[in-house]
């Protein structure tokens, strides 16, 4: 008898644990969607603490730039230039 009461405790102890398994993989269910919300809620908030620039900044910002591509792709058309001019002489092919 004594066996039997350990084997009945012993199974009722598993079911018990695996009853709240159950409970926590439907908890885990439910707080997906709640994950992805909140995910949103604090994104907005982020969204709300950025200082976004002013079109003034945005124009200045795209004119400097614009200037500093400009002025790289000089310095790269001069240096190929140069080189194209080192190598006709050094090979004298025109």
Known sequence: MAKDKEKNTALELSDKKDIQKEKKDKKSEKKQPNKVAKWF??????????????????????GIVLAVVAGAAVIVGLLDAGFLGLFSLIYGQN
């Open 41 to 62: 809620k604090e994104l907005k908030i982020e969204f709300k603490k950025v200082v976004w620039p002013t079109k003034k900044t945005v124009i200045n910002n795209t």
